[in-house]
């Protein structure tokens, strides 16, 4: 793969939050003699965050 950009946004519609994620990538193969595959597969992984808004406070 050449070049890869991954951008994400997140909008709130009433209760319910969207994540949206855009990725745009390029891939070049090239060969002498022969078939070329220039793959585009994207592996997505979503983990939630953990406790980032709760402080503890004395």
Do not use: C, E, F, P
């Amino acid at each position: 793969m050449t070049r890869s950009n991954v951008k994400s946004y997140r909008y709130r519609v009433g209760k319910k939050q969207y994540i949206v994620i855009q990725i745009h990538q390029t891939a070049k193969g090239y060969a002498d003699s022969g078939n070329v595959l220039a793959s585009n597969a994207v592996n997505v992984q979503i983990l939630k965050q953990k406790g980032r808004r709760s402080s503890r406070r004395r």
